[in-house]
């Protein structure tokens, strides 16, 4: 009965995701350029992914805990999980190099450079992730731990809004980043939280003062 279920579980974990490509930089369109480090230096290496607003609810940006961002999940905030699902990317380009401008637009090319995510294997139907969906470009500033940094990127316009494509389809997202110079640098300016600080001595000092003193009351 056991090896009889096996094939039938595995087809149902399959169908669970949607299987797309979604195409940030598009030659002959718009090159998605211009991501950088805190310090607002367009930058290679640096890895990127999304971030998914599953639960439709707005994204927290600026207040997550810690994660690894090279393993796909839920975030937390101050330790409680949410609906707002990270999805691992690549590492972001060096530069592309600089092509002239082209009748629908331009592609000037530019450092810091975000490519697309080719056949990704999203887990539609988890925790309310599917087609539709909201999302934002994610990148970080090196190493993520406690202090470091990161940015955020989301288009809720109407032009090339990022949001999540239908199961099977390609979908570029290039127009957003259209324009007739390179596109702006964008820092990561976001920060994940720092460790809890460690009271003084003094201060600790008191405390265990008020506290002897709140026992003696308390006594008499």
Partial sequence: MKVALLPLLCLFASTAFGTVTMQFSQSSVARATGFANHAGVGTGGMRWGIVIDAGSNALQGGSY???????????????????????????????????????????????????????????????GIGSGDAFSLIWFDGASAANSYYG?????????????????????????????????????????PGAAPVPEPSRMMLIGFGLIGLFFRRRR
């Fill in 152 to 192: 955020m990127l989301a288009n809720t316009g109407p032009t090339a809004a990022f949001t999540l494509p239908n199961d099977g389809d390609t979908v570029s997202y290039a127009a957003y980043f259209a324009g007739t110079t390179a596109d702006p640098i964008k820092a990561a300016n976001l920060q994940f």
């Fill in 65 to 127: 805990d810690v994660f690894d961002t090279s393993v796909s999940g839920f975030l937390s905030v101050g330790g409680v999980t949410t609906d707002d699902y990270y999805f691992a990317g690549g590492l972001t380009v060096a530069s592309v190099g600089s092509t002239p401008t082209i009748p629908s637009g331009n592609d000037p090319g530019g450092t810091g450079v975000i490519s697309q995510l080719t056949n990704v294997a999203i887990p539609y139907g988890t925790g």
